[in-house]
């Protein structure tokens, strides 16, 4: 209908594209043992001196940012049927070893914190499929998009991967993430 304006939809504002839209991946290989995690624990690469998960080159350079618009999360262990949230900081937080009681975002890191992703529970579509994943979107969580602004020194993303259920792992058991983004 002519001079009609269009309409944002609710909770979200219009917002102008001037970059690019990009996916960007990280993996974490969690330790060769099979500890069984409690709901609200860190899964991380290590269980003493872990390293924190990064997305790098989230923005165009740094002290610039965006909108995540969308991720998905994807784990080796077919028969995995756990949900996760991935907390995510535009510079490095105070870092948790694996297996230990998730406590992101720490009031210490409050500053850095940019928000987090609530994935549905991972499923495998079928046994020989290789993998269980699950995509965050709008419709299941109204969660997107993400506004972020990256640190003055770097241009990346930083996270830390929270189980919200208890389960049972595979020995080095590989988690793959990708986050939607959109570069402003």
Do not use: C, W
Not at 25 to 38: D, E, F, I, L
Not at 100 to 111: G, I, Q, S, Y
Not at 145 to 160: K, L, N, Q, R
């Amino acid at each position: 209908m002519a001079g009609q304006s269009r309409m944002a939809p609710r909770n979200e504002e219009p917002r102008p594209v001037v970059g690019n839209t990009i996916e960007i991946a990280a993996t974490v290989t969690r330790p060769s043992n099979t500890t069984a995690y409690a709901a609200k624990d860190t899964v991380a690469d290590e269980t003493s001196g872990a390293t924190i998960i990064n997305f790098p080159n989230a923005a165009m350079e740094a002290n610039r940012g965006g909108y995540i618009t969308g991720a998905t999360i994807m784990t080796d262990q077919v028969a995995n049927t756990a949900q996760f949230k991935l907390h995510l900081f535009h510079t490095t937080p105070t870092v948790l070893s694996d297996n230990v009681a998730m406590t992101a975002p720490l009031f210490a890191d409050r500053a850095k914190y940019i928000g987090s992703i609530t994935f549905p529970a991972v499923a495998s579509e079928d046994a020989s499929a290789g993998a269980a994943f699950a995509q965050a979107t709008t419709t299941a969580e109204p969660q997107f998009p993400i506004p972020f602004v990256s640190a003055t020194a770097d241009s990346d993303i930083y996270a830390m991967l929270e189980t919200i259920d208890s389960f049972t792992p595979a020995s080095a058991q590989i988690f793959y993430i990708v986050l939607r983004v959109e570069q402003n």
